[in-house]
């Protein structure tokens, strides 16, 4: 069982940073695959980006890619967003997700994917 928990975001103006944060309990989180998704309003939940059980391997939305990047510590048992030249399509709630890994190198790029999530945090970025 991980349990997740988000935080770090906020009002930001277009062109703007903020780094997300998702802790996670459990002693196994290092066996565990990460990702981050977000959901606008009306929309579905979508991937932004994932990292494999290593730390390694990354994976990235088209739309992200350049300008977000994600990492993880896993001392700290911590998968980390930053978010960097951000615009106001970004706007969204970003969940963190989890699930095991069954292997150190994978990633996942679907919600289907994941067996456990945060409550979300609100990312606002403003014209």
């Known amino acids: 069982q991980v349990q997740l928990v988000e935080s770090g975001g906020g009002l930001v103006q277009a062109g703007g940073s903020l780094r997300l944060s998702c802790a996670a309990s459990g002693r196994t989180f290092g066996s565990y695959a990460m990702g981050w998704f977000r959901q606008a309003p009306g929309k579905e939940r979508d991937i932004v980006a994932a990292?494999?059980?290593?730390?390694?391997?990354?994976y990235y939305a088209d739309s992200v890619k350049g300008r977000f990047t994600v990492s993880r510590d896993n001392t700290k048992n911590t998968v980390y967003l930053q978010m960097n030249s951000l615009k106001p399509e970004d706007t969204a709630v970003y969940y963190c997700?989890?699930?095991?890994?069954?292997?150190?190198?994978?990633?996942?790029?679907?919600?289907?994917?994941?067996?456990?999530w945060g409550q979300g945090t609100q990312v606002t970025v403003s014209s």
């Open positions: 997700a989890a699930r095991a890994a069954v292997s150190y190198s994978r990633t996942y790029a679907t919600s289907y994917d994941y067996a456990y």
């Open positions: 990292i494999s059980w290593s730390g390694g391997n990354t």
